[in-house]
Structures are given as structure tokens and as C-alpha cells.
């Protein structure tokens, strides 16, 4: 059975981004563009605050809020050259997509974010990589990127090498744990989305064996995989995908990570009971607080989310953390302090479940 290296039962911490205040937004909206001194200066200053935020909410891992990165997606192209930045065609927003077959372009640029965060707090760190199969879904279009690679396959292939190498530096700077975000494997969560695939355990298959593959042999860090459930598409009143977590369980299962962390407050997820299925060896990190803006779960709501699973799950295994992130796409408006208000909220939680399960 898993048994958590924290030092403390029921562990806190949030999923990875914060809410990026206007003048953030303004920073990577390249306001500084021509001038990366002053970018930097501006932005580590921001990121002091967000890191003193989760401090003195009481949490005992921190992030930096994924604040340098502009597009938590399009980070791969700081690391990979192939890639053309345009707008989508749907919704006008930033979009990177693959043109060209990868190759190396600036390794290390997420591992200096925890470089940084050594710096500056003694609690520990959680880092934040794209899954391969995300990538894909996100970034492989049947024409634009058809010359370089026919079939979205071999580029979730070619993603795997770049997201390894900057997983061995972000442990090597220092994270304590490293989370690979995968939303794409929990679209097989959905029944009308599994109808879309002519296999639908095949290619969840294929997504648990890339990120497999990304983590095969790496030691000396706590690897973890998130569950997203897409609750940033609630926050931007996008399509949101329901479904527990039943028909993916055994792909869970085969996954080499040591964590999980799941959502459950978001509505369609279904019961804590399914956790009784996972491997006893998997610390599972709890979405117990909604990420949703307008939501905040008093610290009794979230104790009671807990005790639900704990009728499933030994405390040992459980960190308690909100659903999802708090900054879902450059276009979320996500109030700052009513998320400070949240994660306090949580650190009530998990100190009363420590005085009751001690």
C-alpha cells in the first residue's frame, strides 16, 4: 500500500495554475517584447506574490502558477523547433501546430521555473508537463501537418524524446514531484466521445504507453498523472465531458506513476467507490475543491469529500488538492483572492482530518 513521503498526513497543494492578474496577462501578451531584462525582473516579482499566496494559505506544495509559460500547450514549442504559431480559425484564439518534424530547440526552459522557485521557498514544488497524447490532440492538424507527419501517431511519437529530457532536468533542478496533465486520456471517460473512435480502449491504450515510455527509468522524483476532466472548459463555458472514471480504470492501472490526481467535485464524475479499484501502491490526490469561479466549498464540505473516499482509500494515500487548475487558458477572468479563500479553505480541511486521523 502507498504510504506518502510528506511527513504529514493529508498533504495540500493545487493542481498548477494560479490566476494570472491583468498586468501577468499584459506580460505575456509580449508588452516587454525586445526587452527580456525587464521581462524577467517584472515577471519573477509576480511570481514571488503567487508563491507567497499559496504560502500563506498554508499549502505544502507550491507552484509558480505555470506564470512564464504563455500557452500551457504551446510550451512545447519553446522546447521543440517544428511548430507555426497562428490563430484558430474557431475561436481566434493563439495556436500552435506542427509543421515540421520536431527537434530540440531550448531544453531546460521549464526546468528553469523550478530553478527559480528553489530560490525563493522551502516548501516543496510540483512541476507541470503536457502529456504526448495531449499534444497530439491539441496540435496535429490532418493538413497543416500532414508533410511532417501523416498520422497524429508518430508525432505523439517524436513528443515523447523532447518531454523526457526536460523531465530528467526539472528533477534534476530540484521538483519534488513532476505532473504529467493529461486531459486527452479522460476524454475516454465519455460515451459519446469513446463512439468517435473505431477503438476506444485502443487509443486510451496508446496514451497510457507514450506517457509510460516518457517516465520509463526515471527515479529520484514523485511522478504523477492529472486527470483533467477539462474543468477549464466549464470556467470558459466550453464543452465540458461527463462520464466516471469506470471505463478507464484499467489503463490507470498500468500507468508507472507513483499519483493520481482526479477530479470529484465537478459534476458527472461519479463515486469515490472507483477509487477501491486502483492499485494499492498509487497515492491518489483528491479534487476536492471546485475550481469553479463563484464556488467556494466551506472547509466542512471539503472534510466531508474527503471522508467519502476515505471510506474507499487509507489516509495514507490521499493529498487533497481542487480539481483542476485556476487558470484555465489566457482567456479565463479567475478572481485571485476567492481562490486564496479556497486554498485556505482546503488547509482547514486537511488540519482537521490530520487532528481526526492522526
Keep these: 500500500m502507498a504510504t ?24 505575456i501578451a509580449d508588452d516587454y517584447r525586445g526587452a527580456p531584462d525587464q521581462y524577467r525582473r517584472l515577471m519573477q516579482h509576480a511570481i514571488r506574490s503567487a508563491v507567497a499566496m499559496q504560502e500563506m494559505a498554508g499549502l505544502d506544495v507550491v507552484t509558480d502558477g505555470e506564470w512564464w509559460r504563455k500557452s500551457y500547450i504551446g510550451v512545447i514549442a519553446e522546447l521543440a523547433h517544428g511548430f507555426e504559431l497562428s490563430r484558430n480559425p474557431a475561436d481566434g484564439r493563439p495556436w500552435t501546430a506542427v509543421t515540421e518534424t520536431l527537434s530540440p530547440n531550448k531544453p531546460g526552459f521549464i526546468a528553469d521555473e523550478v ?19 495531449l499534444l497530439g490532440e491539441r496540435m496535429w492538424h490532418p493538413e497543416k501537418s500532414k508533410a511532417a507527419y501523416p498520422r497524429v501517431e508518430d508525432f505523439v511519437r517524436d513528443c515523447v524524446p523532447i518531454l523526457r529530457r526536460e523531465l530528467e532536468l526539472l528533477r534534476d533542478a530540484g521538483a519534488t514531484i513532476i505532473q504529467i496533465d493529461d486531459p ?11 463512439k468517435k473512435y473505431d477503438d476506444a480502449d485502443r487509443a486510451a491504450a496508446f496514451d497510457v504507453e507514450m506517457v509510460n ?25 466550453e464543452e465540458s465531458h461527463g462520464g466516471a472514471y469506470d471505463p478507464i480504470i484499467d489503463h490507470l492501472n498500468r500507468l508507472n506513476v507513483q499519483h493520481l490526481t482526479m477530479e470529484f467535485t465537478a459534476p458527472g464524475a461519479g463515486d469515490t467507490a472507483v477509487l477501491r479499484r486502483l ?14 469561479p463563484g464556488q467556494v466549498d466551506s472547509a466542512e464540505t471539503i472534510v466531508e469529500r474527503v471522508e467519502m473516499a476515505l471510506q ?23 478572481d485571485g483572492d476567492e481562490v486564496y479563500e479556497k486554498l485556505k479553505n482546503e488547509v482547514e480541511a486537511a488540519h482537521r482530518l490530520r487532528e481526526k486521523y492522526a
Excluded: M
Aim: hydrophobic share 40%.
Design 184 to 194: 486527452h486520456l479522460c476524454l475516454f471517460v465519455d460515451p459519446q466521445v469513446r
Design 312 to 334: 474507499h482509500v487509507a489516509p495514507q494515500r490521499l493529498t487533497l488538492n481542487p480539481d483542476c487548475g485556476f487558470a484555465p487558458g489566457s482567456a479565463a477572468n479567475v
Design 279 to 292: 492499485r494499492e501502491d498509487l497515492e491518489i490526490g483528491l479534487g476536492c475543491v471546485s475550481c469553479h
Design 213 to 237: 515510455q516518457l517516465v520509463d527509468g526515471i527515479t529520484g522524483v514523485k511522478l504523477a498523472l492529472h486527470l483533467c476532466r477539462r474543468a477549464g472548459a466549464r470556467v470558459r463555458g
Design 115 to 133: 530553478k527559480f522557485l528553489k530560490t525563493i521557498t522551502k516548501r516543496k514544488i510540483k512541476a507541470t508537463l503536457p502529456s504526448p497524447a
Design 4 to 27: 506518502n513521503d510528506y511527513g504529514i498526513l493529508f498533504p495540500t497543494s493545487v493542481v498548477g495554475s494560479l490566476p494570472r492578474p491583468a498586468y501577468v496577462k499584459d506580460l
